[in-house]
């Protein structure tokens, strides 16, 4: 996959490997997330941009990873995306219908609950978990820790950006290179 990153006032490009297909923490292109600005659809968020959480002061978003969920690859019942219907788990919960990976955690009921996974909510009515219906644009952030953000209104688990390699630059704590001292001789 390739993978943008903002660093030092500048984005980068450059391709990661992918170890294993995973889902966790991807939000559809058209959801809205709470910014330090105000809603945005989450397929407009940049790197550099500042998101909403609940633990108080908004959070950057160092990179995104784009990509398409294709109901063709979802063979596995276990992988399909959970469809919230609108306000399937009370008034605005979520504002508009929102689909999430089963393993993404969510408040189900504001802000004192405790996080739990969207698999978990399934109720065959409301809150269904089912291959999409035509291909899904989706977008995961990569923020430095993890924080409960606001997508259409629901408190949502997003998951902190993981270092690559210890030399990564947008890593905390990275390495710095020392400098070599040459004997004279």
Do not use: N, Y
């Amino acid at each position: 996959m390739f993978l943008k990153a903002w660093h030092e006032g500048r984005l980068t490009v450059r391709w990661v490997p992918e170890e294993e297909p995973a889902t966790e923490g991807l939000f559809p292109d058209e959801a809205r997330i709470l910014t330090a600005a105000g809603p945005a659809p989450v397929g407009r968020i940049a790197p550099g941009d500042r998101i909403w959480r609940r633990e108080g002061r908004p959070l950057p978003v160092l990179g995104i990873e784009r990509r398409m969920l294709r109901p063709e690859p979802l063979g596995d019942p276990r992988g399909w995306p959970v469809r919230l219907a609108q306000e399937a788990l009370g008034r605005a919960l979520p504002l508009r219908a929102l689909l999430l990976s089963p393993g993404q955690r969510v408040a189900p009921t504001g802000g004192a609950s405790t996080p739990v996974a969207a698999v978990a909510l399934v109720d065959g009515c409301r809150i269904l978990q089912r291959p999409p219906e035509r291909a899904v644009p989706v977008t995961r952030l990569l923020l430095a820790e993890a924080a409960l953000v606001q997508v259409e209104s629901l408190l949502v688990m997003a998951a902190p950006r993981p270092a690559l390699l210890a030399s990564d630059p947008l890593s905390e704590g990275r390495p710095r290179g020392t400098r070599r001292t040459s004997a004279s001789g």
